[in-house]
């Protein structure tokens, strides 16, 4: 799970009902045998209050399945899950998701993770993916940019595998900088961009001429001044 | 004749008696020449020989015969003839030759004419014309055409030099050439022209690099401009005519290319001293000349360019150095001198323009070019935009210090804004020129309001209405001021127990026309408080929907100074006033009372005591009498202050406001450049990253030149502001969000 941008000050979204059984046809009764163990598994994190899986709930799954709420394959699931709120699943997001992925139990939830992170590096979900990890992160009502803070640790989560010496470099500048407190989404799509099309870590092909956001003209000049 | 077939050997006998009648003639023997019985005796040996059946049509042998007849001929008496001689004799022969030639083919061609109409169209042969000069080709042009040429381009080396030669002989020489082309020009162009035009080269280069060095720039035009009517007239008097543009072309790369700048860079005589000089003749000659040339007059623009930049920079230089050298006793008089420098420096070459370069586009361009560099330079820190307005507020000054006409003022003020166009920051000058033009307004008397409407519509027609509306305002706002004023006076007139008892004037400012001004608290003597209460109970019959903020910083009060030597009438500014009007009651005052009363900060009250204790005049005296003020000094109203003028003017201590209309006008500047980007994107709907910048700096360009940096930031706030938005696909495409 990315780090959480700031402390829960807002409600949690409303959450559908929990049987939700109205004017849907007739399914099958494996289909319905398969729902129910995904709702079983629901409840089993689920904040009853809420009727949805908050972000304690959420460590609790993490460490039943073995990883660190902090890893990646977390931010994956969420994107699977085209969960809407950072920290949160609602009913609807837990049932199309666990279906989208084929699975009804934990086990299962287990070993799709790792067909998960398989499936998010095709270069169709990738860059869906990436602006999604972003989007996540817009905890506040009407939030546009994220802090550079937390723009450091999500790019290291998110990037720092596939681009390691560009993402170290990256990070280190955007602590020094001192003209963006924040990274808005544009400049956001263009990191992805800038590791995808400049050769590293010479920088020969870059132009600042060209539509990059400032912020990667104002870093390729620190870059190469630091190797002047 | 009969029906009988002629026999080959017996038909060819007659062709060789004419054959043998033709040469004589040719070689000048006494000979009649041919009847029109022979000719046609010939002819119709030929027609029957031609029209037998076979195996008596003899077409071929006769085609065979005919170019025997004239290989032999020139074999035997044309060739040897040329063997033995040289020179001009030699080329003399040739021709004599050639013309002789020409003449035997053409007697035989008509005499053999048959087969021209049969035979060569059936066996796809050449005509008898044609074989008729490739004979002369083959056998004696491939074996002297060598020669010739050299011969040729002697000759031609030889007029070069100043001697005389034979035209005519040259002329027929060379048509030679061209004939053996046989229709084409590959001939002369391979076997002469080519090596005319390297050896043409050679010779002018030799010469260039000679009177480069020893001529000067006008000699050395003169002499230019001689060589190429020469080789013009040379063309036409014996070259072909094809060869008169690759010919000129090189001679002018040699003389006029290749040492240009060496030529109007001379140190004596180069275009710079033509310009001293006021040589019009020779520079009209030099835009000639180079007229001709393709890209000739770019290379003559440059230096132009050049030499404008060196001017005007020394002009700059000067006003630097006379500055920073002695303290000058008019603060801003070396900028004055520069302006003006600058303005006659515009006159002259724009006068160069017209009646030497013919006002072509590269060197107005290149005047352009020129003064933008010089005119954008800071000078003792002060921005040429500043200088500029400096220089427009002087004039506006009551005709500044010169008293001069208004003609001379209209025209100065029309060159004033003309040089504009080449500072990049206008809008710095707008800045600028707007607080010098509130203080003109506001307390300078003698203003002219034709003047000042006269300059800003000028303002306005060349640089757009946002340079100008404010201040059209302000100018407006002065003149309504006064007829305010009257009925104001009007409605005291009406309303007499509300008079306060004084003489008092409001201007009425609209917000947002004029500069900001800072505003003070400040606590009123109780004469001024009445006056204020007395103006807003008018102003409210006016109007009900404005708010009046008073800025009594800018008003001038005039006080009577009861002195004892005599009574002074003293004008000061309100704030001096509120001063001065408190020893009325009190007759000594510390700074603290003072601050308590008047409810100033430290540093304005600071200032203005200064004036009216520390300075030319020491209307108040103060203990101790030191050079500054403390704020623990005390002030008494010094009775014995006398001067020898009845009226007096203190002034306050001038600002220095250059730094707060920098940053004014920087704070400013991304608000326009959103803007213009706002209303771009919203015409085009999707452009590219490139343009985008491209149309914000051309929209921009009349007011100030934004970098790249500071349109990308814009860019980037818009996109957050969602009025803009990146494309998906194509990142350099950016999209207008409605």
């Not at chain 2, 704030?575 to 700074?591: D, G, I, K, T």
Request: proline residues 3%.
């Amino acid at each position: 799970m990315p780090p959480r941008a700031s402390k829960r000050k807002s409600a949690p979204p409303n959450s559908s009902s929990v049987t939700s059984s109205d004017g849907r046809s007739v399914s099958s009764k494996a289909k319905i045998k398969g729902l129910e163990k995904i709702d079983r598994l629901f409840n089993t994190y689920a904040n009853s209050s809420f009727g949805m899986i908050d972000p304690e709930g959420i460590e609790a799954l993490c460490s039943d399945l073995g990883v660190d709420y902090t890893d990646v394959r977390i931010l994956m699931l969420a994107w699977k899950l085209k969960a809407e709120k950072q920290g949160y699943f609602t009913q609807d997001e837990w049932q199309t998701g666990l279906k989208a992925l084929g699975v009804d139990s934990l086990s299962k939830l287990k070993k799709a993770l790792s067909d998960l992170e398989k499936e998010v590096e095709k270069p169709s979900n990738y860059e869906d993916f990436y602006t999604y990890a972003f989007r996540y992160c817009l905890t506040e009502e009407k939030q546009k940019s994220v802090d550079i803070e937390s723009i450091c640790e999500l790019l290291n989560l998110v990037l720092g595998v596939q681009f390691r010496p560009q993402i170290d470099s990256l990070i280190e500048y955007l602590k020094v900088q001192n003209d963006y407190k924040v990274i808005n989404s544009d400049q956001w799509i263009n990191f992805l961009r800038f590791c995808k099309e400049i050769s590293f870590p010479d920088l020969e092909n870059y132009d600042a001429i060209q539509a990059w956001p400032l912020i990667l003209d104002n870093y390729v000049e620190w870059m190469r001044e630091k190797h002047s | 004749m009969g029906c009988e077939n002629i026999e080959f050997d017996q038909g060819w006998g007659e062709m060789e008696k004419g054959i043998e009648k033709l040469k004589r003639i040719l070689a000048g023997e006494k000979e009649t020449p041919f009847t029109s019985r022979e000719y046609m005796t010939l002819y119709t040996t030929i027609y029957n020989m031609c029209n037998q059946k076979a195996p008596h049509d003899y077409s071929e042998q006769l085609y065979d015969k005919y170019k025997k007849t004239l290989d032999e001929y020139i074999t035997s008496i044309v060739l040897p003839s040329l063997k033995d001689k040289h020179d001009e004799f030699m080329l003399r022969e040739l021709v004599e030759r050639w013309l002789n030639h020409k003449i035997m083919v053409k007697w035989l061609t008509r005499f053999f004419h048959y087969l021209d109409r049969y035979f060569i169209i059936q066996k796809s042969v050449p005509a008898l014309n044609e074989v008729g000069t490739t004979c002369f080709l083959n056998l004696v042009y491939e074996d002297v055409h060598p020669t010739i040429q050299d011969i040729v381009l002697s000759l031609i080396d030889k007029e070069r030099e100043g001697d005389q030669i034979d035209r005519a002989l040259l002329k027929n020489a060379l048509e030679i050439f061209v004939e053996m082309g046989l229709g084409q020009m590959n001939r002369y162009q391979d076997d002469f022209e080519a090596r005319f035009l390297q050896e043409t080269t050679n010779y002018y280069s030799r010469k260039a690099s000679k009177w480069i060095e020893e001529d000067s720039c006008p000699d050395y035009l003169l002499k230019s401009e001689e060589c190429l009517k020469k080789e013009v007239d040379r063309v036409s008097s014996y070259l072909h005519s094809s060869s008169e543009t690759k010919l000129i072309k090189k001679v002018q790369h040699e003389l006029l290319v290749v040492y240009v700048n060496q030529l109007l860079e001379k140190e004596d005589s180069g275009i710079k001293v033509l310009f001293r000089d006021d040589k019009v003749d020779d520079l009209s000659r030099t835009y000639r000349v180079y007229n001709k040339i393709s890209q000739g007059l770019d290379l003559v623009a440059n230096v132009f360019k050049q030499h404008v930049t060196i001017e005007g920079t020394a002009f700059v230089q000067q006003a630097e150095e006379a500055t920073s050298n002695q303290a000058s006793n008019t603060p801003g008089g070396h900028e004055q001198v520069l302006v003006k420098n600058i303005l006659e420096l515009h006159d002259n070459y724009m006068t160069y323009l017209n009646s030497c370069f013919q006002n072509h586009n590269l060197f107005q361009k290149a005047l352009k070019e020129a003064f933008e560099v010089f005119c954008n330079k800071t000078v003792n820190g002060s921005p040429s935009a500043e200088i500029l307005a400096s220089f427009a507020d002087h004039i506006l000054r009551k005709g500044g210090s010169e008293k001069l006409s208004d003609e001379v003022i209209e025209e100065t003020l029309e060159k004033v804004v003309k040089l504009l166009q080449y500072v990049i920051d206008k809008d710095v000058f707008a800045e600028f020129y707007r607080k010098k033009l509130a203080r003109r307004l506001l307390f300078d008397r003698g203003t002219n309001d034709d003047h000042e409407r006269s300059i800003l519509s000028k303002l306005k027609q060349q640089f757009g209405a946002p340079l100008t509306s404010k201040m059209e305002g302000m100018v407006t706002d002065v003149v309504l001021a006064k007829e305010h004023q009257s009925s104001f006076q009007e409605y005291l007139r009406n309303n007499p127990d509300v008079h306060p008892g004084l003489d008092f004037t409001v201007t009425v400012l609209t917000t947002g026309f004029w500069p900001s001004y800072k505003w003070f608290d400040l606590s009123l003597p109780s004469e001024m408080v009445k006056c204020v209460k007395v103006f807003k109970g008018f102003y409210e019959t006016k109007t009900k929907h404005r708010k009046l903020t008073w800025i009594f910083s800018l008003g001038t009060s005039h006080i009577n100074g009861k002195f004892e030597p005599k009574p002074i009438e003293l004008i000061v500014s309100t704030h001096q006033a509120a001063v001065l009007l408190l020893f009325n009651a009190s007759e000594r005052l510390s700074y603290s009372e003072i601050v308590a009363q008047l409810n100033l900060a430290h540093d304005d009250l600071i200032r203005l005591l200064h004036t009216l204790s520390c300075a030319k005049y020491k209307i108040l005296n103060k203990e101790p009498s030191s050079k500054s003020i403390s704020q623990s000094d005390s002030f008494k109203f010094n009775p014995n202050f006398t001067d020898k003028m009845r009226r007096i003017k203190v002034p306050l201590p001038p600002v220095d406001e250059r730094k707060k209309v920098i940053e004014d006008v920087d704070k400013d500047r991304p608000y326009a450049i959103d803007a213009a980007i706002v209303r771009i994107m919203k015409s085009r709907k999707v452009i590219t990253h490139q343009q985008l910048i491209s149309e914000t700096i051309e929209q921009l360009s009349r007011m100030f030149k934004p970098n790249i940096k500071a349109i990308k930031k814009r860019i980037e706030d818009l996109i957050t502001r969602d009025y803009i938005e990146r494309d998906r696909d194509n990142s350099h495409m950016f999209r207008y969000l409605a």
